[in-house]
C-alpha cells in the first residue's frame, strides 16, 4: 500500500481510538465521540478519494480535509447543546442553588429545565410570581440566542384537589410560562405548552416533601437535527 494511503489510514486509527476515550463525567462526552466518529469517517473516505486521484500526496490531504468535515459534522447539535447548556448552569447558578431550578441533558441531546412552582407561581394560581421573573428572563435571552431549538412547557401538579382542576392548573401555568417566553422575544413558533396534570409525578404524595417535588414546570429544549 502506498505510504500516503497508509498514513491516511492510520490516522482514521488514532481518530477512532480517541474517540473510544473520554474523561469520566464529561459532560461533553457523546458530542466529543461523534465528532470524532464522523472525523474517522471522513478521514477514511478522503483517505480513499484522494489516493485513487492523486498516489503521491492526494491520500494524505484527502484524509485530512475529510476528517475535518466529518467532525464538523458529527459535533455539530451535540456542541450546540453543551455550549447552551453551559450557558444555562452560569446564568441559573444562584437559583440551582437555591433548588429552584434543575438543569438537565438527556440521553437524545435535549435538555430539561425543570422549575419548582413553589417560588414561580403563587398557591393555586397561574400567575407567575413577579420575584420568579428574572429567572424566566435569563431563560428567555439565552433561548433567543439559540434559536435553533424548540421548547415545550409542561406543567405538572401533586394530587391535591380534583384531577380536572390539577389538569386545568397544570395546562394554565405551562401557557403562562409560554407566554412569558414569547412576550421576551422568543419566537412563538418555536413554543408549545401543554398539562400533565397529576398523572406523572416525581415523588409520593402521601407527605409534603413529595408534593413540592410534583408541583413543576419542565421545560423540554429539543435541538434541529440539521445542526452543522
Known amino acids: 500500500m502506498h505510504r500516503t494511503m497508509k498514513y491516511g489510514l492510520s490516522l482514521m486509527l488514532v481518530v477512532i481510538l480517541t474517540a473510544c ?22 478521514a ?41 447548556q453551559a450557558e444555562f448552569e452560569q446564568q441559573l447558578a444562584s437559583e440551582k442553588r437555591a433548588h429552584q431550578i434543575e438543569i438537565e441533558r438527556l440521553r437524545n441531546e435535549n435538555l430539561k429545565i425543570t422549575m419548582s412552582s413553589e417560588v ?10 413577579p420575584a420568579f421573573a428574572s429567572s424566566l428572563d435569563k ?47 422568543v419566537n412563538p413558533r418555536r413554543v408549545r405548552s401543554e398539562g400533565r396534570g397529576e398523572l406523572e409525578p416525581r415523588a409520593s404524595n402521601a407527605s409534603e416533601a413529595g408534593r413540592q417535588l410534583n408541583r413543576r414546570v419542565e421545560m423540554i429544549i429539543k435541538p434541529d437535527q440539521d445542526i452543522q
Open 139 to 185: 431563560v428567555a435571552n439565552i433561548l433567543q440566542r439559540y434559536n435553533r431549538s424548540s421548547i415545550t412547557i409542561i406543567g405538572h401538579t401533586d394530587d391535591v384537589g380534583s384531577a380536572a382542576y390539577n389538569q386545568s392548573l397544570s395546562e394554565q401555568r405551562a401557557r403562562a410560562v409560554a407566554f412569558y417566553l414569547e412576550d421576551r422575544g
Open 21 to 42: 476515550v473520554t474523561t469520566p463525567n464529561d459532560p461533553n462526552a457523546q458530542a466529543k465521540q461523534k465528532a470524532a466518529a464522523g472525523a474517522a469517517l471522513g
Open 120 to 129: 414561580s407561581f403563587d398557591f393555586n394560581s397561574a400567575q407567575i410570581n
Open 44 to 84: 477514511l473516505a478522503g483517505a480513499v478519494i484522494g489516493f485513487q486521484g492523486d498516489h503521491s500526496g492526494g491520500a494524505l490531504k484527502g484524509a485530512l480535509i475529510g476528517a475535518a468535515a466529518g467532525g464538523a459534522m458529527g459535533a455539530g447539535v451535540g456542541y450546540y447543546m453543551d455550549k447552551q
